[in-house]
């Protein structure tokens, strides 16, 4: 069981904290996760956008049991369920891979894609290039910085969207045909990453329905229509049209950040 997060605006500065439970009968674990995340942070701050703490419990009589940094866990169950979705719905050949951000996000998407896939080539935008040329340096193997959105994703395979951005940066114009879109910033509903066109022509997935018409700019103000869940793809009840144009858009769900928990919890006691 898992409500849609609430989300408490810090509207002095611009910030948000959310809160987001979860109980998982399949797992017997019960979390919460609390979340903070920032707009107009300084580029200079060393302060993630983006900060987190899951507290795990006890599910037959509610003790703490841990309080863990949600954060990594964050960073690496989005990128997974990206991964997942991916390799549902991306063009049977795929070769070019883009990630627009430098944030956390893109580090651990980058993480995973190349250890899941095989692209021959890898490319990455950032507003601030020297964050994305710092990305380039700091990740093993060889990552192309472009100097535009445009000059990214054109011919892209795979598309990664994990960047601030409010209003909307890719263009459905850009993209080629056929390619897969994870979007997974904007996750407010007056926040956009995606245009209206590249909304409305592809295949649109989601994580979840109901969050997506809640929290999602881009689908709320698109007014795109969602074909499915990520989870009915998984299950085989919706196909996945992987020879069309397809956007995942993530938002995070609580029952992944209570299974990422269990699983390091379990670990932890057993020692391993």
């Known amino acids: 069981m898992q409500p849609v997060r609430t989300v408490v605006p810090v509207t002095k500065h611009r910030g948000y904290l959310g809160v987001m439970p979860a109980y998982s009968a399949a797992e017997d674990a019960l979390t919460t996760k609390l979340v903070t995340f920032y707009e107009d942070r300084d580029i200079t701050s060393i302060i993630p956008s983006h900060q987190a703490t899951v507290l795990l419990f006890e599910p037959s009589n509610g003790t703490l049991l841990a309080v863990m940094d949600g954060s990594v866990i964050t960073a690496k169950r989005t990128a997974a369920v990206s991964a997942i979705a991916t390799k549902f719905l991306k063009p049977p050949s795929s070769e070019v891979l883009c ?157 992944e950040d209570t299974v990422a928990a269990k699983l390091i919890y379990d670990s932890w006691s057993s020692g391993k």
């Not at 993480?111 to 021959?120: A, C, R, V």
């Not at 066109?197 to 018409?213: F, I, R, T």
């Not at 809640?214 to 009840?237: P, Q, T």
Request: with cysteine.
């Open 99 to 255: 990630i627009l951000g430098a944030g956390v996000q893109a580090y651990s998407h980058y993480e995973i894609f190349i250890e899941q896939f095989s692209f021959k080539e890898v490319r990455i935008w950032n507003r601030t290039k020297e964050n994305a040329e710092k990305f380039a340096d700091t990740v093993q193997g060889e990552v192309r910085v472009c100097s535009s959105v445009q000059e990214a994703v054109t011919g892209a395979d795979v598309i990664i969207t994990v960047t601030l951005a409010t209003e909307p940066i890719l263009f459905g114009e850009w993209v080629k045909p056929g390619a897969h879109i994870n979007a997974v910033g904007a996750s407010r509903p007056d926040w956009r990453e995606l245009d209206d066109e590249l909304m409305k022509e592809a295949v649109l997935y989601v994580d979840s329905q109901e969050a997506a018409l809640k929290e999602s700019g881009d689908v709320l103000l698109s007014g795109a229509e969602i074909f499915a869940e990520l989870g009915e793809v998984i299950k085989g009840v919706k196909p996945a049209h992987c020879e069309k144009t397809t956007v995942f858009k993530s938002l995070g769900m609580a029952v």
